[in-house]
């Protein structure tokens, strides 16, 4: 069984505020092929401290599966797409997973590049 390195993949995770928002950067991140795919998951409650004072917030969770070597632009897409001042963007290195799914990935990110 071959395998695929796990550093070349990565699942990135952001918040927004609501399904529209959730949707119109979801499709923008897929359609600039800097990810595969992006689940919205939703039902969030998020508590945090911003601007000195503690928020709880309902939220969405966008969970984005890319290549790890893109990362650092999709990043730089998320805070110029995001309504958030400091938009959420943390990377989380896939460690293994369906080989298949990982070149199907792959196949659909590694397109940027030849354009």
């Excluded at 952001?14 to 928002?21: A, G, H, L």
């Excluded at 958030?84 to 896939?94: F, K």
Aim: charged share 25%.
């Amino acid at each position: 069984m071959s395998s695929i390195s796990s550093s070349e993949y990565s699942a990135c995770i952001t918040t927004v505020s609501n399904d529209e928002i959730a949707r119109k950067l979801a499709r923008s991140i897929v359609e600039s092929r800097l990810a595969a795919c992006v689940n919205i998951i939703p039902g969030v409650r998020s508590i945090y401290e911003w601007q000195s004072t503690i928020h709880e917030d309902n939220e969405l969770i966008l969970m984005i599966k890319t290549r790890q070597e893109f990362v650092p632009q999709l990043i730089e897409f998320v805070k110029k797409n995001h309504p958030y001042d400091v938009p959420e963007l943390i990377e989380l290195p896939i460690n293994s997973g369906n080989q298949d799914y990982l070149k199907w990935i792959d196949g659909i990110v590694k397109k940027q590049s030849s354009t």
